[in-house]
């Protein structure tokens, strides 16, 4: 196995935002791409990812493999990464290690422990929504981030022609209205109003994401998961699936 | 009662500097100004600020009203507006809140609420000063961060040429030399110096105001409070009376 | 004794990077420069500085002198000095201070207590080394940077044709390799590979001695001291005398 990235950042960001959400992961690698499929330690959220060989300068994978890292100790590592630097990953099955080198005018290797992730494999639950909306990463970013000052739980409202984020307090109260128009766009299968409630907690790390694609796609419903998908065409996709806080509206 | 600022960076930091110095406040809104006299909690500084109807670009009040908020819920809010939002403000006197409403691509709302603010009203205390120093809010905040090194407490020192500050510790002191020139006027009733101590922790805190006014107004006498003002013609001004520290020299 | 800076930078450096070791020390003042010679407080680390007096724009010394002084202090009123202000420093030996006056469109003038140092006069070892490295400042830095991402000590190793920098914990390791070149040139007496081990910790603070000059000499030998040296001519140099980590391999 032997993958080279010439523009490392892509990496740098994917693994600082998974890592907002899981540590200990195992990475399955085949000709095709690296992805991932892992809950965060409380059970509340899934992460699903896949970063495409064409992402890559070179990607040569000889056999499908597994490769289970510390994310901690990998993002250490890539925190180190320069602009002019070229990222090559190499597996040493034979010492049990990654090794990342990272090239410009000196040479740095770093040799990562593989490590045991116990965890069964993980199936992506399979979710029917009646709605969808995207919009910019930025708005969803800048409305959660709104709504942070006000609460700990968030609630997604949206009918086909609007979407708005709101939070309450005891006190304090807010929302941010996103209308429907050439950056955001609703589909919805039915007519009537979907209100849906999360953790602003979680939904803070998933808008982390939004470093990796200017577009989110968000797919909910009332008393149901989140699915939060921020996708770059031909290159990656990290989507989160969100356990719903149980709304007593 | 219905506010609008285009350029929302005057209320932003205005509350900001307000705020370093008292927490839950009553403002008093009528039809030519927003207004606040308020005493800090240890009752070691008198908090005077006017910001005045013509920095709005709407200014709509039909009867004098009083806002009692709390400084620390309204200024997370207005750390929330971007440079192209305008801001609005309004009062829903039934929900007993303040809407605070910013507009650009998106729009959000705020709904504050209302607190009770028991403190009964302030008078401005009716002061006399020998002395009076206007020089540049920049010279005053870099003598004051100065001084903070050295101790916590500074004596502010004039006659009608010079302004100096100054600081004593066991060990060490230090001292900064404002002279009379175009930019630093001294206006003096008498020819003897005049020699005032007061608080550095507070002193701290009401140099935030540079932000508001290039130009700062001091006056002060020994063992007498120090009043200092930062104002914009037309637009505002912000005004702290602080007791001063009695000195045993 | 009078010494005049018009750009404070070179000194308020110097006195940063000396700080990161020593807190109370004597500096010698003789006509041709200040220099200093003292041990950290855990008797690791011996640091050599020397400013010389061609750094200064006006250097007047009648009779060499010595100035004990608290470097957190002093640290304290250089952080204060902008880019416009001329430093001048001169010795109160009446009251027993040090007087840093900085100027521009204010006077400030800060007055330092000396203070007792019992500490002995240190002397510099004579050390005698089989191969020197000069490299980049920079590329040292980095690689110290990198390292300290696996474990807390570190193996600089070279033969004639290359230096490396390498690191080792229970699970992962690294290494930088920095070859020669124009900007790396190795100096070795034998043929034979030299490897010697230090401490992260330390190295971490002198490296901050990168701001002072873009170059850094280095000699070393296993189970033997490493000497640092940041040379600017005609200016000044700021060298580190490291004991070793004996190493166990």
């Known amino acids: 196995m032997k993958l080279t990235l010439e523009e490392p950042k892509i990496l740098v960001d994917s693994v600082g935002v998974i890592s907002e959400l899981v540590n200990d992961v195992r990475f399955s690698v085949d000709e095709d791409k690296i992805s991932l499929i892992a809950m965060d330690p409380a059970n509340v ?7 495409l060989s064409s992402s890559f300068t070179e990607y040569q994978v000889d056999k499908p493999v597994n490769i289970a890292i510390n994310l901690d100790s990998l993002k250490a590592i890539l925190r180190r990464t320069k602009p002019s ?12 290690k990654l090794q990342i080198q990272l090239k410009s005018d000196s040479t740095r290797t770093f040799n990562l422990a593989l490590i ?13 929504f009646p709605l969808k909306v995207e919009t910019t990463s930025y708005k969803f970013d800048e409305a959660i981030q709104d709504m942070d000052i006000i ?6 409202v949206a009918d086909k022609d609007n979407f708005t984020i709101e939070a309450t307090s005891n006190l304090n109260d807010a929302k941010t209205e996103i209308f429907g128009d050439e950056e955001t ?3 919805a299968t039915g007519t009537e109003q979907i209100k849906a409630k999360y953790s602003i907690e979680y939904l803070k790390k998933i808008i982390k994401a939004s470093k990796l694609s200017h577009k989110v796609t968000l797919q909910f419903n009332k008393d149901y998961p989140l699915r939060a998908d921020y996708i770059v065409k031909d290159k990656l996709s990290f989507s989160v699936v969100l356990a719903p806080r149980v709304s007593n509206d």
Chains 1, 2, 3 share one sequence.
């Not at 609460?151 to 997604?156: G, M, N, P, Q, T």
Request: aromatic share 2%.
């Open 45 to 51: 959220a899934m992460i699903i990812f896949n970063l």
């Open 85 to 96: 630097d070229v990222l090559t990953i190499t597996l040493d099955e034979e010492k049990n």
């Open 116 to 128: 045991d992730v116990e965890e069964k494999e993980q199936k992506i639950p399979d979710l029917q």
């Open 151 to 156: 609460a700990d739980s968030v609630a997604l």
């Open 185 to 187: 766009k609703i589909t």
